[in-house]
């Protein structure tokens, strides 16, 4: 495996990983809020317990919550990942990795 590579994976490994479980770890909280009710995460206070609302949360409002986080992740992990490959591929060219 080239350095290329190996930094690519590092940078998966330690940003993009967790930073994807903490977002996914918030909207099913706010998920639960929305079925539940009280304090969601984003300063929203939902009434009591409504089974429709949640629902609705469920179907038409984590869709679009999961996908904008995913945007947030990827603008964050593609210029990083960028930034790691090519200096692991400028590092394979000045000293060629061992088989």
Do not use: C, K
Request: hydrophobic share 60%; proline share 6%.
């Amino acid at each position: 495996m080239s350095r290329a590579d190996r930094n690519l994976n590092v940078v998966m490994a330690v940003v993009a990983i967790p930073l994807g479980l903490i977002l996914a770890v918030w909207v099913g909280w706010i998920t639960v809020t929305a079925f539940i009710g009280g304090q969601a995460p984003f300063f929203i206070e939902f009434d009591g317990f409504s089974l429709i609302r949640g629902l609705f949360w469920l179907v038409v409002i984590d869709p679009i919550i999961a996908t904008v986080a995913y945007w947030i992740v990827m603008v964050v992990v593609v210029p990083l990942g960028g930034m790691a490959s090519a200096l692991g591929d400028r590092q394979d060219r000045h000293h060629p990795p061992v088989a």
